[in-house]
């Protein structure tokens, strides 16, 4: 039972940077991989980054050195650092919990509300 609520998204122009958060209602929150993927207009959604329950990263090639994936399992919260934005980036951001996590959107049994991120030229 994984509840969760995000924020941070907005509009930015290129180059700019954002920072998502995904705040999570768990007793076991580190129990948990911990996932961001994206959906654009008549696109499917795709994934963006990964941590494991370990702390490992991985990301998708597109976001590779200018996004960044991290988590305080004090505040029970995932955050999604996003530097050097680019028009393309522009989508509805998801965050999502599961216990095998993964690139794939099966891996995750938990899915925040999704927040908007436009980015300008």
């Known amino acids: 039972q994984v509840q969760l609520v995000e924020s941070g998204g907005g509009l930015v122009q290129a180059g700019g940077s954002l920072r998502l958060s995904c705040a999570a209602s768990?007793?076991?929150?580190?129990?948990?991989?911990m996932g961001w993927f994206r959906q654009a207009p008549g696109k499917e959604r795709e994934f963006v980054a990964a941590?494991?329950?370990?702390?490992?990263?991985y990301y998708a090639d597109s976001v590779k050195g200018r996004f960044t994936i991290s988590r305080d399992n004090a505040k029970n919260t995932v955050y999604l650092q996003m530097n050097s934005l680019k028009p393309e980036d522009t989508a509805v951001y998801y965050c999502?919990?599961?216990?095998?996590?993964?690139?794939?959107?099966?891996?995750?049994?938990?899915w925040g509300q999704g927040t908007q991120v436009t980015v300008s030229t």
């Open positions: 768990a007793r076991t929150f580190n129990s948990y991989a």
């Open positions: 941590m494991r329950k370990g702390g490992s990263t």
């Open positions: 999502a919990a599961g216990v095998i996590g993964g690139m794939g959107l099966a891996g995750y049994d938990y």
